[in-house]
């Protein structure tokens, strides 16, 4: 089992930056495989960026490279999600979520995930 806890979401202005955080519990963190996925009102959850904890290799959606880094911490068993200009496209529930073993790109393949945070980027 793995549970995870989201942090960081909130409100700001275009152009400003958030940072998420991703705290994890559970089995040893080097099988695991993190990922960011998002999810704007209407619309389906999508891919934003992915981690191998071991390794650790990262994948970006085309519209965040640049602008967003993934990280992780393996002494505080967290990963985190650096946005820098943020854009009011990037307005969503910001979910993280984990697998064992390597990181895809579909949602359907992580067996875990949190409670999501919202992230508002508005004037």
């Known amino acids: 089992q793995v549970q995870l806890v989201e942090s960081g979401g909130g409100w700001v202005q275009p152009g400003g930056s958030l940072k998420l955080s991703c705290a994890t519990s559970?089995?040893?963190?080097?099988?695991?495989?993190m990922a960011w996925f998002r999810q704007a009102p209407g619309k389906e959850r999508e891919f934003v960026s992915a981690?191998?904890?071991?390794?650790?290799?990262?994948d970006y959606v085309d519209s965040v490279k640049g602008r967003f880094t993934m990280s992780r911490a393996s002494a505080k068993r967290t990963v985190y999600l650096q946005m820098n200009n943020l854009r009011s496209e990037d307005t969503a529930i910001y979910y993280c979520e984990a697998k064992v073993d390597g990181k895809t790109r579909s949602s359907g393949d992580y067996r875990y995930w949190g409670q999501g945070t919202q992230v508002t980027v508005s004037s």
């Open positions: 981690i191998n904890w071991g390794t650790p290799t990262t």
């Open positions: 559970g089995r040893p963190v080097v099988s695991l495989s």
